[in-house]
């Protein structure tokens, strides 16, 4: 069963409720917390039961003396799924930083020519320590040179992007694309460079997770819009 906004809401508000108190949570006080009926409450976490992200059990009532009470607790499915949340974000976040970084080194340097802009780019990769900044500085390096070069085959770059099968394939596409005109037109001594750190990039771009390799490939249809 997919999990929609509102269950995803009321499965968030569980997963917070049940680690500040560490005990089942009771529909009740659940309702209370996202602003519904109890018996709202009740009947969608029924619902995300269904789905394996919560599990319920029967404890004794304080109130009701001899009565048991249905309590909620979130499973281990629930507790991955807010940790690779809460993963995805500080990712997204973190990338956001080096992404505006690459910006602003292109704008910086848009004014010099094209071979000493290379080498500053490519000066700047031994810094970057993580495999998706690594892998965003490539991508910014072939950027400068095909907004250097422009016409026609940005044009057609763009096209092939666009028409990607996944987010794997366009970088891939990308990359070896312009490659292939930067070979032929910088200096040996850049284009060997290069090469070896495209050479890296494609094995690192296989270890990437989706979430890295979509903001990647939203990075590249940025640039060419």
Not at 94 to 100: G, I
Not at 190 to 218: F, K, P, R, W
Request: aromatic share 8%; proline share 2%.
């Amino acid at each position: 069963m997919a999990m929609s906004r509102r269950r995803f809401q009321f499965l968030n508000q569980l997963v917070e409720l049940y680690q500040k108190k560490r005990i089942p949570i009771h529909y009740e006080t659940l309702a209370k917390a996202v602003g519904v009926s109890k018996w709202t409450a009740y009947d969608m976490l029924k619902e995300i039961e269904k789905s394996g992200y919560v599990t319920r059990s029967y404890e004794v009532n304080p109130n009701e003396t001899g009565r048991s009470q249905v309590v909620f607790a979130p499973t281990d499915k629930a507790t991955d799924l807010f940790t690779q949340q809460c993963s995805n974000v500080l990712e997204s976040e973190k990338w956001e930083e080096s992404a505006q970084s690459i910006r602003n080194l292109i704008h910086d340097l848009k004014h010099i020519n094209i071979q000493d802009l290379l080498q500053k780019m490519l000066d700047e990769i031994p810094n970057r320590r993580s495999n998706l900044e690594f892998c965003g500085y490539i991508l910014g390096i072939l950027l400068v040179y095909l907004k250097k070069v422009g016409g026609k085959t940005e044009s057609v770059i763009r096209l092939l992007i666009s028409r990607a099968s996944s987010h794997h394939a366009s970088l891939l596409m990308f990359v070896g694309t312009v490659l292939g005109t930067v070979i032929q037109t910088m200096s040996d001594e850049i284009s060997n460079e290069i090469a070896d750190l495209i050479g890296e990039y494609v094995e690192m771009i296989g270890h990437l997770s989706s979430g890295e390799q979509t903001l990647l490939s939203d990075f590249i249809k940025e640039a060419l819009a």
